[in-house]
């Protein structure tokens, strides 16, 4: 059969279909992985928002604790009621489920589905040269799943009881017990949510893995993939295979708390002075474990996206090839690997013995290594390239001191006689969000600079962009140094006032005055933050229409997925991809240009 | 450009998306079941000596069940061959077989979920004396059966004894228990076979718990009912898309490769399916 | 898959099916059987029966999803998933197993109707 006819004909046949798409399958139910991952994009952007909304609300009741919050409190009140946020003051109650929230909103309904699935959605298969996903129709119902997912998280705030607020981690007992008046509570909505959005995350992972092995174009070899596709390849194996037991705990949680079942719950529990009306039997750890076995995992989601981005971002704006690609894609595959058996660093305090805390220890030691390749890889390619300093570039560059600092501050924590001191203070989540603040988000910024023009055909302010990025790292910076000083102070996690409680008085040992004072530089520095984000916003929605005209391949890039119209058709390629080089020919000698695309036919030589 | 790849197979991996796409995602049930195991292990092993129910379950019914869940799995892959040979009624005629058997598994299921809502157990406050095979024992966990009002009632909890105002209740116990070890409760059985149901009666009042065999019961049947549970969902979900396929026949007469794909991936979850309970079976029933 | 199958082939492939099904029923049979024998070892008893469960697993996925002539890719996907499940069963029962002498995460109720509020 000759395939090209068969092919030419019903892509005859898919254009005259396509032209009757009305608005609703062209936008709302696409299966055009394009438009899904703006679809992705936009809501991600939107549920990062939101959750920096409820952190800026925490951060009043850190640095003024139990005081009316200004502008928006009477509107808190009005809509979450009298009991959590009376005359507009912040309950306890309500900052845990803020606190609660924010950690899930951040993770799940912001970072994965922007690092993972929307800039993956849009970019992966035009870079592998493919015309869509492996299986577009999936790829929709992946979108579904994460929307109605979204959708549950938010009105979980307005389920009787208020939102979840046993941690992102949901750690049982607490999170059966939290809320004893409602059985259906917000607690059940957050794993309602959760289901939902784990199903989305295995749908699309299945989706990639099966895209990038079945649907590369010919002569795109595996080595001859750009980076960010190996890093969004290991995510999805990632995301496949350490979401399903959190899934099965999930599942086992609703059932403890809608069907009486003590799968989590310990024999002789005593609630409120009560003994606990349930079977008992269960075990705590068990969720732990089962929670932990993705947790990890996951942070290793919304980190390898991020390096696959700088390394793509870092090589177009360098003119020069990413020093060390093997080594790169080694790495990359030994994370993937290692993640899967680092997971109980996190529960170094739950009183295990010495045996299996040592083989933790050296698992998270040892997953440190190709991390340190990777950002050792990404630092040298700089050396001697001809660097254009586009915001793009700007924000890739600072993530690699930003993931610098967040990787090296891990270490105490990885190594479990220094992570004693230092559990569940303020150092951890100092160092989680360097990690992922001015790490991961840094680095979807640049992703988001960089590829706006091909997306829209116009590129952002670069006015505007310089100064989001000036403010952002600097405000990020004075937001997280100092908790790694709280940290050490021994200031913990999750207290609504900032540690008030256990101030340190004349006759009391406690939390130092001047640590208790960095809650409110800090809280400012959050507000200031979010300020900084203004001009992105504008910058975002104002280019749309207004910014400068950009070419097909403004920044003169190698990759496939600048090699096709902008925005790229329906099916990606007018013509078919053949690739013939590796992803990163940038000035070679004694070529007319300084890069040279990946697809570029080869100029015939006389052998 | 179209997706290529979905119907015939890709040069280097010598696989069509899909059987690609289904793989990956079986990869993804192992490690949702196998969390499962993993809980069921754990739970086990954490639980004190005689607190973990076994032997309660029907093992001829049990084992029946598994001998219909394989025969679907033999008529997919009989049907799969049957349209590779082009007979395609003989495809249709295995499939229907097929769903048979999974209409057989889940109203088995049923039935065996619906016997364990009116099962028992009772926990008293003072141990009384029974007869288990033949001899007295002082005891105070009974399991057994109990009547209300002429019927056997389903999920009740100690609770429900205080909303129904009831003040004593006919209970004829079980000449087992499972603090018993296997043997022992395989000859108290025996002993008892043929002995008439001796009731007595058991006041509210020396009552502490109340608990039917119901995932609230216990780790042992919280573990069940959600592995079960599950799989039966599995097995449902299953079911459906292989009668979709089977009755959507158009695509046979115009894309007969696509097809037999689609029957072929079908099948590679239907017997994944299958997988599951030849693990299951033996560690819920058995062990 | 367009793979021509001749009719040769299919016949043996088909005459293999019938086998793995009687080798299933006789696996069940056997294990069923194991039971009722009662073995006074524990180790010996979920040795025996997951030794059985894991030939018949075999019987299946070989034959019937055809893993014994199926392509490096899936190979590769499934033992990477095999490893990953093996490492989370057993680090999570040896965690268990690690819990300080004396401490009482589970199983530790009490047949009295007082629960203790245990000062750990």
Not at chain 1, 205 to 220: D, E, H, K, S, Y
Not at chain 1, 285 to 295: A, K
Not at chain 1, 435 to 459: D, E, Q
Not at chain 2, 65 to 93: D, H
């Amino acid at each position: 059969m000759d395939a090209t006819t068969h092919a030419a004909h019903t892509h005859e046949a898919h254009e005259a279909h396509h032209e009757e798409l009305g608005f609703w399958r062209k936008y709302i139910f696409s299966t055009d992985h394009k438009v899904i991952g703006i679809q992705y994009g936009f809501t991600a952007l939107c549920f990062l928002m939101f959750g920096f909304l409820l952190m800026t609300m925490m951060r009043w009741s850190m640095a003024y604790p139990d005081k009316p919050i200004p502008m928006v409190g009477g509107l808190l009140e009005k809509i979450l009621g009298a009991d959590v946020a009376s005359g507009g003051v912040m309950s306890p109650d309500l900052y845990n489920s803020f606190g609660a929230m924010h950690g899930t909103i951040m993770v799940f309904l912001a970072i994965v589905p922007l690092a993972f699935a929307a800039f993956g959605n849009y970019v992966v298969p035009l870079q592998i040269g493919a015309p869509d996903m492996a299986f577009p129709r999936i790829n929709m119902v992946s979108y579904q799943a994460y929307f109605m997912g979204g959708v549950v998280m938010f009105f979980s705030f307005f389920a009787p009881g208020g939102a979840a607020k046993s941690g992102w981690t949901s750690y049982s007992p607490l999170a059966t017990f939290a809320d004893m008046a409602h059985r259906v509570d917000g607690q059940t909505l957050w794993l309602l949510g959760m289901v939902l959005l784990i199903t989305s995350s295995l749908l699309g992972a299945v989706n990639f893995i099966a895209t990038i092995i079945q649907l590369r174009a010919p002569g795109m070899t595996w080595m001859r993939l750009p980076f960010f596709v190996w890093a969004q390849f290991v995510t999805a194996f990632l995301l496949l295979l350490a979401f399903p037991p959190l899934e099965a705990a999930g599942v086992m949680q609703l059932m403890d708390n809608l069907l009486d079942t003590s799968f989590f719950l310990p024999s002789g529990l005593v609630v409120a002075g009560q003994p606990a009306t349930i079977s008992g039997g269960g075990s705590p750890l068990l969720w732990q474990h089962l929670f932990w076995f993705l947790g990890h995992p996951e942070v290793y989601v919304l980190i390898l996206p991020a390096m696959g981005m700088v390394a793509e971002i870092i090589a177009t704006n360098t003119r020069k090839p990413i020093w060390g690609y093997k080594s790169l894609v080694y790495s990359v595959l030994a994370i993937g690997f290692l993640s899967f058996i680092v997971w109980a660093h996190h529960m170094y305090l739950t009183g295990m013995g010495t045996k299996i805390s040592t083989f933790f220890q050296t698992t998270t030691m040892i997953i440190s290594i190709p991390s340190v390749i990777i950002l050792t890889c990404l630092f040298l390619s700089l050396w001697g390239g001809s660097m254009r300093f586009n915001t793009a570039m700007l924000f890739a560059l600072a993530f690699l001191p930003m993931f610098g600092i967040g990787g090296l501050t891990g270490l105490p924590l990885g190594l479990n006689f220094t992570d004693l001191h230092l559990h569940d203070t303020y150092y951890v989540i100092a160092h989680f969000h360097y990690v992922v603040a001015p790490g991961t988000i840094f680095a979807l910024f640049a992703g988001i600079y960089h590829w706006y023009p091909k997306i829209t055909g116009r590129f952002m302010s670069e006015r505007l962009g310089k100064i989001h990025f000036w403010l952002s790292l600097i405000f990020m910076n004075l937001v997280f140094q100092p908790m790694f000083v709280q940290g050490m102070a021994g200031m913990i996690r999750r207290m609504y006032n900032g540690g008030a409680t256990y101030a340190g008085t004349d006759t009391e040992v406690g939390l130092p005055a001047d640590i208790l004072k960095m809650n409110v530089n800090i809280t400012h520095a959050a507000w200031a933050l979010g300020l900084a984000q203004i001009p992105f916003i504008i910058n975002f929605f104002w280019s749309i229409k207004k910014g400068k005209k950009a070419s097909d391949n403004p920044w003169n890039s190698t990759t496939v997925e600048w090699q096709t119209p902008t925005p790229p058709p329906h099916g990606n390629f007018t013509k078919p991809i053949e690739v013939h080089r590796g992803p990163y020919e940038y000035s070679v000698p004694g070529h007319a240009t300084d890069f040279t695309p990946q697809n570029e036919p080869e100029k015939s030589t006389k052998r | 450009m179209e997706i290529p790849y979905t119907v015939e197979a890709r040069r280097d991996t010598g696989l069509f998306n899909a059987k690609v796409g289904i793989w990956l995602f079986l990869a993804s049930e192992v490690m949702l079941f196998g969390a499962l195991f993993s809980a069921y292990i754990l739970l086990r092993v954490g639980a004190l000596p005689g607190d973990w129910p076994h032997g309660l379950l029907n093992i001829p019914i049990g084992t029946f069940n598994t001998a219909v869940l394989i025969s679907s799995s033999v008529t997919v892959v009989l049907g799969w061959a049957a349209l590779q040979a082009g007979n395609f009624a003989r495809y249709r005629k295995c499939q229907a077989i097929t769903l048979l058997c999974a209409l057989g598994f889940l109203g088995i299921k049923s039935y065996e979920y619906r016997e364990k809502f009116g099962h028992y157990e009772v926990w008293l406050n003072q141990p009384i004396t029974v007869k288990h095979a033949g001899k007295d024992v002082q005891t105070d966990r009974l399991l057994g059966h109990f009547t209300h009002n002429g019927s056997h009632p389903l999920f009740w909890k100690t609770e429900t004894l205080a909303e129904k105002k009831v003040e004593a209740i006919k209970f004829s116990p079980d000449p087992i228990h499972y603090s018993m070890t296997a043997r022992e409760m395989a000859h108290a059985k025996k002993e008892a076979h043929g002995q008439p149901h001796a009731e007595i009666e058991i006041k509210t009042a020396d009552i502490r718990r109340l608990s039917a065999f119901v995932p609230g019961h216990g780790p042992y049947f919280a573990i069940y009912f959600t592995l079960t549970a599950l799989h039966a969902l599995h097995v449902l979900g299953g079911a459906i898309v292989i009668f979709y396929i089977w009755a959507n026949t158009k695509m046979w007469k115009t894309e007969p490769e696509r097809y037999i794909n689609r029957v072929e991936v079908s099948g590679l979850f239907w017997h994944f399916v299958d997988l599951v309970w030849i693990f299951l079976f033996p560690v819920l029933y058995l062990l | 898959m367009s793979e021509s199958h001749s009719h040769h082939d299919l016949a043996k492939h088909i005459k293999v099916y019938w086998v793995v099904f009687f080798a299933l029923l006789v696996g069940t049979a056997v294990t069923v059987g194991l039971n009722y024998m009662h073995f006074d070892s524990l180790a010996l008893t979920i040795g025996i029966a997951m030794f059985v469960a894991t030939v018949k697993a075999f019987l299946v996925a070989g034959y019937f999803m055809h893993l014994l002539s199926e392509k490096k890719m899936i190979y590769a996907i499934l033992l990477t998933t095999v490893f990953f499940l093996v490492g989370m069963m057993f680090l999570v029962i040896w965690g268990r197993d690690q819990l300080p002498r004396g401490s009482s995460f589970f199983g530790s109720h009490n047949s009295s109707s007082t629960p203790a509020i245990s000062s750990q």
